[in-house]
C-alpha cells in the first residue's frame, strides 16, 4: 500500500482563491519532503525542500510566497497555492525519502491535479 | 547542475516483445542512478537502481547497467506484459541528494 499519501487527489478552484494540498507519510516519520511540479509530457521539476521545524528550501525561479509550504509535524507538509491563477494549474507531486540518509530512495505521493479556473 | 536524456515516447509494443529504453546523463562524479516508474493512477516508484559503475540494477524482469564510459543507464526487459503499461523515468542522484528526473517514456504494451 501507499506509503504517501496526498490529498486532494485533484481539486478546482476559482481565479483569486488558495488551494492547500496536504502530503502526509504513513507509518514513518518524514523529516524532509519534496514538492514537485509536473506538465503535460514533462519531467517532474523540484520545486522546493520541506524541512520539519524550519523553513522550506526553494529551487530558483519559485516563488515563495506564492507556493507557501509548511511542514508541522514529522508526516505531514502542505503546500498551499495562494491566489491561484490558470497559470498555475498543474499536477503537484510530493514525495519522502525512504530514509534519512536520503540514498535516492524516494516514496511518492499519488499526486494533486490542481485546475484553476 | 545534472541533466537527463532519455528516449521519447509514447513506446507501444506487443506483448512478449523486447524492451529497451534509453537513458544517458550528464552529471558531476559519479552519481547513483534510478529508474523509477508510475503506473496509471498511482504514484512514482521506485524500479532499480545502481550505485557505481558496472553495476547492474534488476527487478520485475527489468534490468539497467551503470555505464559510466557511455553516462547512460538504458532500461531492458526482455519479455514485456500488459500490466508493464507505465511511464517510465530516469534519473541520476545529485550530490545535494535530488533525484534529477527525465521527462519520462511511456509506454504501453498490447496483447
Redesign the interface.
Known amino acids: 500500500g501507499a506509503v504517501v499519501s496526498q490529498h486532494p487527489s485533484w481539486v478546482i478552484c476559482k481565479s483569486g482563491t488558495s488551494v492547500k494540498i496536504e502530503c502526509r507519510s504513513l507509518d514513518f516519520q518524514a523529516t524532509t519532503m519534496f514538492w514537485y511540479r509536473q506538465f503535460p509530457k514533462q519531467s517532474l521539476m523540484l520545486m522546493a525542500t520541506s524541512n520539519e521545524g524550519s523553513k522550506a528550501t526553494y529551487e530558483q525561479g519559485v516563488e515563495k510566497d506564492k507556493f507557501l509550504i509548511n511542514h508541522a509535524s514529522l508526516t505531514l507538509s502542505t503546500l498551499t497555492v495562494t491566489s491561484a491563477h490558470p497559470e498555475d494549474s498543474s499536477f503537484y507531486i510530493c514525495s519522502a525519502p525512504k530514509d534519512r540518509a536520503n540514498t535516492g530512495e524516494l516514496f511518492f505521493g499519488e499526486g494533486s491535479r490542481l485546475t484553476v479556473l | 547542475g545534472n541533466s537527463?536524456t532519455q528516449m521519447e515516447g509514447p513506446v507501444t509494443l506487443s506483448e512478449e516483445a523486447f524492451l529497451t529504453i534509453n537513458c544517458t546523463y550528464t552529471a558531476t562524479g559519479y552519481p547513483?542512478l534510478?529508474w523509477?516508474v508510475q503506473y496509471p493512477?498511482?504514484?512514482?516508484?521506485?524500479l532499480l537502481?545502481a550505485t557505481k559503475a558496472d553495476d547492474k540494477g534488476s527487478n520485475k524482469g527489468f534490468e539497467a547497467t551503470y555505464r559510466k564510459e557511455t553516462t547512460s543507464f538504458h532500461l531492458e526487459k526482455g519479455s514485456v506484459q500488459v500490466s508493464d503499461s507505465a511511464v517510465y523515468?530516469c534519473?541520476p542522484?545529485a550530490g545535494s541528494?535530488?533525484?534529477t528526473?527525465?521527462?519520462?517514456t511511456k509506454l504501453s504494451v498490447i496483447p
Open positions: 537527463v547513483s534510478f523509477y493512477g498511482e504514484g512514482l516508484q521506485l537502481k523515468f534519473a542522484l541528494y535530488q533525484l528526473f527525465g521527462k519520462g
